[in-house]
């Protein structure tokens, strides 16, 4: 079983069904599940079983889809800030006693990156810059976009209007739930940038220049969140970047060396068989 819907989850999924080693992916989003369909992973070769589920899962179903499928091993490649996922699926095959393979992303040093400010959480980083002048472009994607606009006017005194919402810009997937949260959160239409990545450092500079960023406000996803493009396109445009910190890890392995893990394991099976 795969928990999968960011890049790590791409590959590893593309590897099992070159491979041939039959696996059940789970996907949060159908955005998820269309981009590994989009990877080339929709059917394996014969003898393989490849499916791909959909929709976001509570603890109960995770435990139960564990019971059913009777896996040799549960692959959490989920977001690096996907934190209550990455509990859920640590607890259920704790429960189960399910071999757990967690897929870490590297992080990025921050040294040397500019003007940088590192903040603990969305809420944090809203605090930060409610003081500051100058348009502020998110790129944290629509999940925690309330808490930041919430801590926002709360900050700037402005419970009763929305007048200060109009300084935050908002780049986000093409995806008809992150545009009714914008529009729910009170962002202006003109202020969303419906988009899909990866972006480059030009495409990340011409959306800074677009919306007269003064900040730039992004998640540490790592290398494959696209830190890298976004820091360079900042310091590039003379502008602050207000990053959010990744959640504490409680220890996993990279792509490379879950891959080895899912072969071995697989080897072993089939030499018990």
Request: hydrophobic content about 40%.
């Given at each position: 079983?795969?928990?999968?819907?960011?890049?790590?989850?791409?590959?590893?999924?593309?590897?099992?069904?070159?491979?041939?080693?039959?696996?059940?992916?789970?996907?949060?989003?159908?955005?998820?599940?269309?981009?590994?369909?989009?990877?080339?992973?929709?059917?394996?070769?014969?003898?393989?079983?490849?499916?791909?589920?959909?929709?976001?899962?509570?603890?109960?179903?995770?435990?139960?889809?564990?019971?059913?499928?009777?896996?040799?091993?549960?692959?959490?490649?989920?977001?690096?800030?996907?934190?209550?996922?990455?509990?859920?699926?640590?607890?259920?095959?704790?429960?189960?006693?399910?071999?757990?393979?967690?897929?870490?992303?590297?992080?990025?040093?921050?040294?040397?990156?500019?003007?940088?400010?590192?903040?603990?959480?969305?809420?944090?980083?809203?605090?930060?810059?409610?003081?500051?002048?100058?348009?502020?472009?998110?790129?944290?994607?629509?999940?925690?976009?309330?808490?930041?606009?919430?801590?926002?006017?709360?900050?700037?005194?402005?419970?009763?209007?929305?007048?200060?919402?109009?300084?935050?810009?908002?780049?986000?997937?093409?995806?008809?739930?992150?545009?009714?949260?914008?529009i729910d959160c009170g962002i202006r239409p003109?202020?969303?940038?419906?988009?899909?990545?990866?972006?480059?450092?030009?495409?990340?500079?011409?959306?800074?220049?677009?919306?007269?960023?003064?900040?730039?406000?992004?998640?540490?996803?790592?290398?494959?969140?696209?830190?890298?493009?976004?820091?360079?396109?900042?310091?590039?445009?003379?502008?602050?970047?207000?990053?959010?910190?990744?959640?504490?890890?409680?220890?996993?392995?990279?792509?490379?060396?879950?891959?080895?893990?899912?072969?071995?394991?697989?080897?072993?099976?089939?030499?018990?068989?």
């Amino acid at each position: 079983m795969l928990f999968a819907g960011t890049t790590e989850g791409r590959d590893i999924s593309h590897f099992m069904y070159v491979q041939g080693i039959p696996v059940s992916i789970y996907t949060a989003t159908r955005y998820g599940a269309e981009a590994l369909r989009d990877a080339g992973v929709v059917a394996g070769p014969a003898g393989t079983v490849v499916t791909i589920n959909t929709g976001r899962l509570d603890e109960a179903a995770v435990r139960a889809e564990i019971i059913k499928n009777r896996p040799i091993a549960v692959i959490d490649a989920t977001h690096p800030f996907a934190e209550e996922a990455g509990r859920t699926i640590r607890r259920c095959c704790c429960d189960c006693d399910t071999p757990l393979i967690k897929v870490l992303r590297p992080e990025i040093p921050m040294l040397g990156r500019g003007a940088v400010t590192r903040t603990k959480n969305v809420a944090e980083a809203a605090e930060y810059l409610s003081s500051k002048k100058g348009n502020i472009l998110l790129t944290i994607g629509s999940r925690r976009l309330d808490i930041f606009c919430k801590a926002f006017l709360r900050n700037n005194g402005a419970e009763a209007s929305t007048d200060e919402l109009d300084r935050l810009c908002v780049r986000i997937l093409p995806v008809p739930d992150s545009l009714r949260i914008c529009i729910d959160c009170g962002i202006r239409p003109r202020n969303i940038m419906a988009v899909e990545g990866p972006f480059s450092e030009d495409m990340n500079l011409s959306c800074i220049r677009h919306f007269d960023a003064a900040y730039l406000v992004t998640k540490e996803t790592g290398y494959e969140g696209g830190m890298c493009e976004k820091l360079s396109a900042a310091e590039k445009a003379g502008i602050e970047v207000v990053t959010v910190m990744r959640p504490p890890s409680e220890g996993g392995v990279s792509v490379d060396e879950a891959k080895e893990m899912i072969a071995a394991l697989w080897d072993d099976s089939c030499s018990l068989a």
